[in-house]
């Protein structure tokens, strides 16, 4: 089997995977952030057998991403949590609005 054949049958089980165990097509999924980690470990594997240097510089760049991802979605959490408190504050607001017009 050529490396174009095994990498379409890859990419095919990657698929199914992706489906059996129900990974949403868009947005953050833990699902697929976990098959993907999956997948590039064994990468960093394969790689890192043929050439220690290479697989020593896709570990750097797998926990850089990591870093980042888990920078990203530290600043999405804090920025819902914001905006719950400011949507709270407005709808307090509104009620004092509502309650001042009746009286």
């Given amino acids: 089997m050529c490396i174009r054949d095994r990498r379409r049958v890859h990419g095919q089980q990657l698929i199914e995977r992706l489906r059996i165990r129900k990974a949403r097509q868009t947005a953050i999924c833990p699902i697929r952030q976990d098959l993907h980690d999956q997948l590039f470990d064994e990468l960093i594997r394969q790689v890192t057998i043929n050439s220690p240097e290479r697989g020593e510089l896709l ?45």
């Fill in 59 to 103: 570990l750097r760049i797998r926990d850089q991403v990591r870093t980042t991802i888990e920078a990203y979605r530290t600043l999405y959490e804090g920025s819902v949590v914001y905006g719950n408190k400011k949507h709270v504050k407005s709808e307090e607001g509104m009620q004092a609005v509502s309650y001042t017009h009746l009286t």
